[in-house]
């Protein structure tokens, strides 16, 4: 749980890290984060695995320029056509669903919104006679 995730999706490895002195024949003590400050720097060998690092893909921070023109830009998916509507009933009350093909996606990446948010962000996509029920 230390590492972030628990069971099947914890990672393997973390790290790398700097080895700063070998205690003992088997054991070793690394310079770990401030984050890592509750576990305990000195592992085993058998928790270690060596780290090669290949020099040419890193690249040094200086020469990193990030332009502030790109700071304020997103993506956001247009929809296309609405092309089918459904009413799902809730416990007390009933909400509408229209399925909305996305400009991104395939027809088959289509997928159903409430219709109410739909028609307030896009009511270009309603015509005027699908009224709703």
Partial sequence: MRFGKKGKLSPRYVGPYRI?????????ELELLIDLAAVHPVFHIS???????DPVS?????????KDSLSCLSYEDVPIEIFNR?????????????????????VEGATWEAEAAMRARYPH????????A
């Fill in 47 to 53: 928790l270690l695995k060596k780290c090669v690092g």
């Fill in 20 to 28: 700063l002195k070998r205690i003992g024949k088997v054991a070793y």
């Fill in 86 to 106: 459904q009413v799902r009933r809730l416990r007390n009350k009933e909400v509408a669903l229209v399925k909305v093909w996305w400009r991104s996606q395939s």
């Fill in 125 to 132: 996509l309603f015509p005027s006679e699908f009224i709703p």
């Fill in 58 to 66: 890193v690249v040094p921070l200086d020469t990193v320029v990030v």
